[in-house]
């Protein structure tokens, strides 16, 4: 039970992250598209919300380590 | 998970029941200490170092300038020194024989609440008693203030919290998934299906360079907009 539990845990974060990093590169993409002058700042803002994204699913991951080591 | 494994013990200290242990983690930040006051020192006699230092300088300032509102130097000096202490720790996890420090929750922690408790230190000193007015955001009818306040404060407190677990977890999934790959070389018969996994162990450690410069970056980005903001965010 407990490893079905972490496989939930890490699949729907997983899900969720995959999503919003696709939002967050596709609309930098855009508004790179749109001004190009100004990649400096769209690179340092896409990797701002990356790390912070990237986060969430990091901590689903420690739920889903704490929930296997019981 | 924190505590899964015990670290190996160099000697034992104490102090007042206080386990004050030197461990491998303490060992391997101070060499990262020593790694980066040596560089600082080395600058002030060669110019190469010296031109190395100028980049770091001028990559904080261009980074983290746009967040932190003031052009004393100090500040620059204290979140170059935290960038670089942090880097060099998360990189020191794929030098063979040492692990990364903020691989475990108590470095993360320290370093959280040390940001949070200077924060606030920032903030009292600017303001006063002021201080308090953080958590209530301008434009809130003040009968609503005892639905605001605690939201307010567990936003604030949630920091913290999240800039330790943050760094810590970017640390420890990256070597965990690392172990999964070797344990795949491990567990593959033929040896031509052994080089599938190596391959994985290659990317991922390069990948893990990259997770190391973004999470220190990010941990010193919050920390001059946690403090910028308790400055003059909100007030």
């Given at each position: 039970m407990n490893a079905i539990g972490a496989g939930i845990s890490i699949a729907l974060a997983a899900l969720g992250v995959s999503l919003s990093l696709a939002i967050v590169y596709y609309k930098t993409l855009d508004s790179i598209t749109r001004q190009p002058d100004m990649v400096g700042t769209f690179r340092v803002l896409m990797f701002i919300g990356f790390a912070f994204i990237e986060a969430i699913a990091l901590y689903a991951l420690v739920v889903s380590f704490s929930i296997i080591n019981g | 998970?924190?505590?899964?494994?015990?670290?190996?013990?160099?000697?034992?200290?104490?102090?007042?029941?206080?386990?004050?242990?030197?461990?491998?983690?303490?060992?391997?930040?101070?060499?990262?200490?020593?790694?980066?006051?040596?560089?600082?020192?080395?600058?002030?006699?060669?110019?190469?170092?010296?031109?190395?230092?100028?980049?770091?300088?001028?990559?904080?300032?261009?980074?983290?300038?746009?967040?932190?509102?003031?052009?004393?130097?100090?500040?620059?000096?204290?979140?170059?020194?935290?960038?670089?202490?942090?880097?060099?720790?998360?990189?020191?996890?794929?030098?063979?024989?040492?692990?990364?420090?903020?691989?475990?929750?108590?470095?993360?922690?320290?370093?959280?609440?040390?940001?949070?408790?200077?924060?606030?230190?920032?903030?009292?000193?600017?303001?006063?008693?002021?201080?308090?007015?953080?958590?209530?955001?301008?434009?809130?009818?003040?009968?609503?203030?005892?639905?605001?306040?605690?939201?307010?404060?567990?936003?604030?407190?949630?920091?913290?919290?999240?800039?330790?677990?943050?760094?810590?977890?970017?640390?420890?999934?990256?070597?965990s998934v690392m172990l999964i790959f070797l344990g795949l070389i491990t567990a593959a018969t033929f040896p031509l299906l052994k080089l599938l996994p190596f391959a994985g162990v290659v990317l991922l450690s390069m990948f893990e360079i990259f997770v190391a410069f973004i999470q220190a970056f990010i941990f010193t980005y919050l920390a001059s907009f946690y403090i910028s903001d308790a400055a003059h965010g909100a007030h």
């Amino acid at each position: 039970m407990n490893a079905i539990g972490a496989g939930i845990s890490i699949a729907l974060a997983a899900l969720g992250v995959s999503l919003s990093l696709a939002i967050v590169y596709y609309k930098t993409l855009d508004s790179i598209t749109r001004q190009p002058d100004m990649v400096g700042t769209f690179r340092v803002l896409m990797f701002i919300g990356f790390a912070f994204i990237e986060a969430i699913a990091l901590y689903a991951l420690v739920v889903s380590f704490s929930i296997i080591n019981g | 998970m924190a505590s899964e494994h015990a670290h190996s013990v160099l000697m034992h200290l104490s102090l007042h029941g206080v386990n004050l242990d030197v461990t491998k983690p303490v060992v391997v930040m101070w060499g990262v200490c020593g790694v980066v006051f040596s560089f600082l020192l080395f600058a002030n006699f060669f110019q190469s170092f010296r031109r190395v230092e100028r980049l770091l300088f001028d990559f904080v300032h261009d980074a983290f300038a746009s967040s932190l509102h003031t052009k004393k130097t100090i500040w620059f000096s204290f979140l170059a020194t935290l960038f670089l202490f942090i880097f060099l720790c998360n990189v020191s996890g794929l030098i063979p024989y040492s692990e990364s420090p903020t691989g475990s929750l108590s470095v993360t922690a320290a370093m959280a609440v040390f940001v949070f408790v200077l924060a606030q230190l920032v903030g009292i000193y600017c303001h006063g008693f002021g201080h308090l007015k953080i958590l209530t955001p301008s434009g809130i009818p003040w009968l609503m203030y005892p639905f605001i306040i605690p939201l307010e404060l567990i936003s604030q407190l949630a920091r913290p919290f999240s800039l330790a677990v943050r760094l810590f977890a970017n640390m420890f999934a990256g070597h965990s998934v690392m172990l999964i790959f070797l344990g795949l070389i491990t567990a593959a018969t033929f040896p031509l299906l052994k080089l599938l996994p190596f391959a994985g162990v290659v990317l991922l450690s390069m990948f893990e360079i990259f997770v190391a410069f973004i999470q220190a970056f990010i941990f010193t980005y919050l920390a001059s907009f946690y403090i910028s903001d308790a400055a003059h965010g909100a007030h």
